[in-house]
T-cell receptor, first 109, second 117 residues
Framework: DAKTTQPNSMESNEEEPVHLPCNHSTISGTDYIHWYRQLPSQGPEYVIHGLTSNVNNRMASLAIAEDRKSSTLILHRATLRDAAVYYCILRTGFQKLVFGTGTRLLVSP | GAVVSQHPSWVICKSGTSVKIECRSLDFQATTMFWYRQFPKQSLMLMATSNEGSKATYEQGVEKDKFLINHASLTLSTLTVTSAHPEDSSFYIC?????????????FGDGTRLSIL
C-alpha cells in the first residue's frame, strides 16, 4: 500500500482557516486520496476524497498538487468541534482502508 | 447520509466471557464490512474484512478462532470475542461499504468500548 506522511499535530484558533498537509510521494495512478477524521471516543467520519482535481464539500476542501505527490485538507473556519485526528489515506477502488497515525488538530477558542 | 449502527456502545464483563458486538447498516446494503480495533492513543488497526455470505478474511496476527465474525445478511455483521481476557480490552469499530459503488467512502459505527475485568 502506498504510504502517507502527516504531521503528528497542528494547532489552530477558532474561526481561522486550517491547512492540513499530507505527503504521498509513492501514490499510484489509480489511488484516490481520502480524508477521514475521528473525534474523541467516536468512530471515524468521512470528510472528503479526490483523484486529481480539487474538491469541495460542505465540510472541507481538498487541494491536490499537480503531480499528486501531496495534498492539503482545508477547513475554512475551524470550530471547537473540528478538534479531532485527521487521517489521509490512499485507496484504489474497493480496497480496504488502512489508517496511519494521522494529525491531531487542536483548536483553541 | 449512510448510517452504521453499532451495539452495544460499551460493555464490561468478566474474564472468560464471550462478547458479541453487532454492526448494522441502516440505509444501504453493506456487501462488505470491516472490523477495526483501537488501543488508547493509537490508530485504528484493521482486524478483518467480511463479505456477505462468505468467510471473513483476517489480517495477519489476528486469531480467527478468538474473533468470530459473521456476516449473514446485507445489513448485519457480528463480531464475537470468545473467552475474552483483559488484554482484549479495547475500542472495537465496525465499518461498512456499499459494494455496488466503486471507490465510495466507508461508513463507520460509533464503536464499542470493551472492558474485561
Amino acid at each position: 500500500d502506498a504510504k502517507t506522511t502527516q504531521p503528528n499535530s497542528m494547532e489552530s484558533n477558532e474561526e481561522e482557516p486550517v491547512h492540513l498537509p499530507c505527503n504521498h510521494s509513492t501514490i499510484s495512478g489509480t489511488d484516490y486520496i481520502h480524508w477521514y477524521r475521528q473525534l474523541p471516543s467516536q468512530g471515524p467520519e468521512y470528510v472528503i476524497h479526490g483523484l486529481t482535481s480539487n474538491v469541495n464539500n460542505r465540510m472541507a476542501s481538498l487541494a491536490i498538487a499537480e503531480d499528486r505527490k501531496s495534498s492539503t485538507l482545508i477547513l475554512h473556519r475551524a470550530t471547537l468541534r473540528d478538534a479531532a485526528v485527521y487521517y489521509c489515506i490512499l485507496r484504489t477502488g474497493f480496497q480496504k482502508l488502512v489508517f496511519g497515525t494521522g494529525t491531531r488538530l487542536l483548536v483553541s477558542p | 447520509g449512510a448510517v452504521v449502527s453499532q451495539h452495544p456502545s460499551w460493555v464490561i464483563c468478566k474474564s472468560g466471557t464471550s462478547v458479541k458486538i453487532e454492526c448494522r447498516s441502516l440505509d444501504f446494503q453493506a456487501t462488505t464490512m470491516f472490523w477495526y480495533r483501537q488501543f488508547p492513543k493509537q490508530s485504528l488497526m484493521l482486524m478483518a474484512t467480511s463479505n456477505e455470505g462468505s468467510k471473513a478474511t483476517y489480517e495477519q496476527g489476528v486469531e480467527k478462532d478468538k474473533f468470530l465474525i459473521n456476516h449473514a445478511s446485507l445489513t448485519l455483521s457480528t463480531l464475537t470475542v470468545t473467552s475474552a481476557h483483559p488484554e482484549d480490552s479495547s475500542f472495537y469499530i465496525c465499518s461498512a461499504r456499499d459494494g455496488q459503488l466503486y471507490n465510495q467512502p466507508q461508513h463507520f459505527g460509533d464503536g464499542t468500548r470493551l472492558s474485561i475485568l
